[in-house]
């Protein structure tokens, strides 16, 4: 068959698939005569879809959360957003700024949480949706590249058709200042893009915006740390145009103690989100502030209006309920939360990760002082002159602050090896049997060796003491001698001397914990003690404090002639 005569052959089977779908619908219309007089024509259908957009732009303009949804497809037209709770309480937060209720801000989150997006949006939707294109944003970051990459995008945005149909009407971008690093509109407003690495701008605005001062390559470096804070205290502090309503904004991860957000604290009266990726219930965030309440019109030019006739109450609160309850568990899963705190080793996860670092080096225990052993060994039992199981309970019910913290400590000498330490909420029949369970590993990896369970005579100790007597041996009660922080200096001579020995690996430099080798729980150990007692929870410090204590006042008997020193006698698990 020729291509003509083809192509003749499916003309005429469309023609005929056309002609029995017009014959089917005409006598659908001549059985239904209501169903063809219902049909909406043309006209109708649009004029209902202006109605519908006109409602959705009025309901964008009265709420930065919607706004942002929509927006997002302008922003990231490859990447969809995957809606969390955290986004609508930034969104809510920043509104707040827009509207006056909110002057000085400080947002901590983990990377990767659409930080940088919802921050490039909301710059949009205040000259547009929020009508005020007269603001004028100071925004930097660590790099200039990602302040002039957050700028482009934002112009992107507010260039394009979906933006420029709705909001158009409100402002115009300057051609003559329209950039990589600044762009201005005609109502006198202004972007300015620059980074802590090129030199800081001499220019001032209503917007301050720094996000992620410091980059995460330099969270270790204390130089260059101190000069970001001092590039905030002498070029950016003064850079508002008016101190007593523009607003200042630092949002990104911490990276250590002593950072931009710690440098600052004192300086403002902050409102602080906080937004850990594991949820600790003492650390819940709760801001109140105000919210207008608005009135919109269409004036007699067709143009959108709003006025502020009042205000309300609003409240942005952490909605999670259980401890470790993950902050955006379908972008990062348990499994991924894992695989990054043991990447980055427990002290960066709680700087990055949870908001909450603990020092570098400590005020009572430094972190040199930690003797290091192979994870996979422990003290030769026939050195080991007796071990030390000390308990710091929680009170006897369930909470969600107090945590139960169990240590297993082997004496050799004037050693004191951690075997194993557990730190947990439990209930308390979970944490009897916790401490029923720790007996039985130890007195099945020793057989021979007394063993002394500590327990602390507070909270659930004298129940534990009376349920335990005849089960577990060697239950000795412990009245504690004076305040947790006396009690860590009384032997914090044993680490300054190298007698604590704990499984993992130093660092090269014989200043840390090499986080690829040592054990995860030993990380937690270790940054307790040395970031006490700056730190939220210290039950491990009491576990540890109770256990070389007693190892100092009561020894057992006298110790083989091969064990002391620096010796570390041991055999493979």
């Known amino acids: 068959m020729t291509w003509p005569r083809l192509w003749d052959s499916r003309r005429a089977v469309r023609a005929l698939v056309g002609g029995l779908l017009v014959t089917a619908l005409l006598q659908a219309a001549r059985c239904a005569p209501e169903l063809a007089m219902a049909t909406p024509d043309r006209a109708t259908l649009e004029r209902q879809w202006l109605a519908l957009e006109e409602l959705h732009t009025r309901q964008m303009e009265a709420s930065f959360r919607v706004y942002a949804k929509a927006a997002w497809k302008i922003l990231e037209p490859t990447n969809p957003i995957i809606w969390n709770w955290h986004i609508d309480a930034k969104c809510d937060v920043l509104q707040g700024v827009t509207e006056g209720h909110l002057q000085h801000v400080i947002i901590n989150e983990p990377p990767r949480n659409s930080k940088s997006s919802v921050l490039t949006l909301w710059h949009t939707w205040e000259w547009g949706p929020a009508q005020r294109p007269e603001t004028r944003w100071l925004c930097g970051s660590h790099s200039t590249g990602l302040a002039t990459r957050d700028t482009r995008l934002a112009r992107a945005v507010m260039q394009s058709p979906w933006y420029r149909r709705r909001w158009g009407h409100r402002f115009q971008l300057v051609g003559d200042q329209n950039v990589k690093t600044y762009f201005e509109n005609d109502a006198r407003g202004r972007r300015i893009a620059f980074g802590f690495d090129a030199g800081v701008t001499g220019e001032g605005g209503s917007r301050l915006q720094i996000d992620d001062p410091m980059d995460l390559k330099d969270a270790g470096n204390r130089n260059e740390l101190a000069r970001i804070n001092l590039t905030w205290d002498t070029a950016l502090f003064n850079r508002v145009d008016n101190p007593a309503r523009d607003a200042k904004l630092l949002c990104g991860q911490r990276v250590g103690q002593g950072d931009l957000y710690d440098h600052v604290r004192d300086q403002h009266e902050w409102t602080w989100l906080v937004l850990p990726a594991e949820f600790e219930p003492d650390r819940r965030t709760r801001i109140v502030f105000q919210r207008d309440q608005c009135r919109a019109w269409v004036d007699e030019a067709g143009v959108r209006r709003r006025e502020v006739v009042g205000t309300v109450p609003h409240v942005v609160e952490d909605p999670r309920t259980e401890p470790g309850e993950l902050l955006n568990p379908a972008r990062f899963t348990p499994a991924v939360q894992a695989a990054l705190r043991q990447a980055a080793g427990t ?227």
């Open 347 to 573: 002290a960066t996860y709680r700087a990055q990760q949870q908001q909450a670092p603990v020092a570098s080096e400590g005020t009572i225990i430094k972190r040199a002082w930690f003797r290091y052993a192979r994870p996979d060994t422990r003290p030769d039992p026939a050195m080991v002159e007796a071990l030390y199981l000390s308990w710091d309970t929680a009170l006897k019910a369930k909470t969600t602050n107090d945590y139960w913290a169990g240590q297993a400590w082997a004496k050799v000498g004037a050693q004191a090896h951690l075997l194993k330490s557990i730190t947990e909420r439990y209930s308390y029949p979970e944490g009897r049997d916790a401490v029923k369970a720790l007996y039985a590993w130890t007195r099945e990896a020793y057989p021979k060796t007394p063993i002394y369970v500590l327990v602390e005579n507070t909270a659930s100790g004298p129940d534990l003491l009376i349920d335990l007597g005849r089960l577990v041996p060697g239950l000795v009660s412990v009245n504690a001698d004076g305040d947790k922080e006396r009690r860590l200096r009384v032997v914090s001579p044993m680490f300054e001397a190298g007698n604590v020995w704990v499984p993992g690996r130093a660092t090269e430099d014989g200043t840390g914990y090499d986080t690829a080798v040592t054990p995860i729980w030993c990380q937690e150990f270790i940054d307790e003690l040395v970031g006490y007692p700056a730190v939220t929870h210290d039950d491990r410090v009491d576990a540890c404090s109770q256990a070389l204590s007693r190892m100092l006042a009561v020894p057992v008997f006298a110790p083989p002639s091969t064990a002391g020193g620096t010796t570390r006698p041991s055999s493979r698990i």
